[in-house]
């Protein structure tokens, strides 16, 4: 069963929410620093609370944008702007390859989705809902925003920060969970995630002469609270490769019933005799899904290849999970077996996922 594929690179859109002191901007701050390869696009409202203090490799482009040493831009916006600045950053000679929204001045992150799925910019991807909570005060924000519980059923990926501070971390965390809906729930401190939870990280390039963003705030991850470099140690994950394809409704079986604790999953899956022709990228955050139809190229090997990345997860066991979802329809295919997937396949030239209710 063949489906028309998408030529058109698509840069996620990843938005970031939270209340005032939940840690926002010191999160986005942290995926500035430590992008790794990436080129980060941030749209902020204004740049006070972004560490662009580092003039020597940030310098001003115009339009109220700063050019990062390590190939990431910064735009101060106003909401009426942000299509104008989604088009500027999904221009290919940008080299953009995330763009990340912090919602701050907006009091409905849910209104800030609606606006990058209604964009009619065909380079942008909506990327996910990414929700900052104050662990030490998330009571206390309850009580003052009691539409807190509702951000939390929209969000894709929750991060629960400043556990370091709460007097009772597992009732936080356990609370947290009980008004997501399906949604990753990642306890942090200091905004400190995985980039990976959110985006591929390019492998860094090797730099000659000149200081990166990065290298100038190096020292700054090796103090008493510097454990940014071992932030893989406190995650699981699993490498799965199969050269037999798989069954797109088994897959979604699997997708459907992921355990709270898996994060990210990331790669590319070989549906066989269902779509001869494509390989579908996958990308999911949290409760976020999204397929990606790429032509295969002549003389690949038809094989897939998936990265989970969790806490607490059985991996042998997800493993096992994923060896069942492996077709046994080598040469015919049930031509509604696909439909599945393709709920989570976004046409660049029109939006087939509904905001968010």
């Known amino acids: 069963m063949s489906q028309p594929s ?6 996620p859109v990843v938005v970031l929410a939270g209340f005032l002191g939940s840690g926002k901007t010191t999160l986005l701050n942290h995926l500035l620093h430590r992008s790794g390869g990436s ?23 115009g339009d109220s944008t700063v050019s990062l040493g390590n190939g990431c831009l910064c735009c101060a916006v106003d909401v009426s702007e942000l299509d104008l600045y989604l088009e500027r950053l999904a221009r290919p000679a940008a080299g953009i390859d995330v763009i990340v929204i912090e919602a701050s001045g907006l009091a409905e992150p849910q209104e800030l989705v609606r606006m990058v799925l209604a964009s009619e910019q065909p380079g942008i991807v909506y990327g996910g809902l990414v929700e900052v909570v104050d662990a030490a005060e998330f009571d206390d924000t309850r009580v003052r925003h009691p539409e807190v519980d509702r951000h939390l059923a929209l969000a ?5 920060n400043k556990l370091d501070r709460a007097p009772d971390p597992e009732r936080v965390l356990g609370l947290v969970r009980s008004l997501v809906d399906r949604a990753a729930v990642v306890p942090a401190t200091y905004g400190r995630i995985d980039p990976e939870f959110l985006f591929d990280c390019r492998p860094s390039e090797e730099r000659i002469g000149q200081l990166s963003f990065d290298d100038l705030h190096e020292h700054g991850e090796h103090g008493e609270h510097g454990h940014a470099e071992h932030l893989h140690a406190a995650y699981d994950s699993l490498s799965f ?6 069954d797109p409704r088994r897959l979604m079986g699997f997708l459907d019933s992921r355990p709270e604790g898996l994060y990210r999953i990331k790669g590319y899956v070989d549906f066989g005799a269902y779509d001869v022709h494509n390989r579908y990228a996958v990308h999911a955050v949290g409760r976020f899904l999204r397929f990606y139809p790429e032509p295969w190229a002549p003389g690949d090997a038809r094989v897939t290849q998936l990265v989970l990345i969790g806490s607490g997860i059985d991996a042998p066991a997800l493993g096992k999970e ?19 997937v393709l709920r989570y396949v976004q046409d660049p030239e029109e939006d087939l996922v509904e905001p968010p209710a």
């Open 6 to 11: 998408h030529s058109l690179r698509q840069i």
């Open 39 to 61: 080129r980060i696009g941030a749209v902020v409202n204004d740049f006070g609370s972004i560490e662009i203090d580092a003039m020597a490799v940030a310098g001003a482009l």
């Open 156 to 160: 894709d990926l929750v991060v629960v």
């Open 241 to 246: 490769s199969s050269e037999v394809p798989l």
């Open 322 to 340: 994923l060896e069942a979802c492996h077709s046994d329809a080598p040469h015919t295919a049930d031509e509604h077996g696909m439909w599945g």
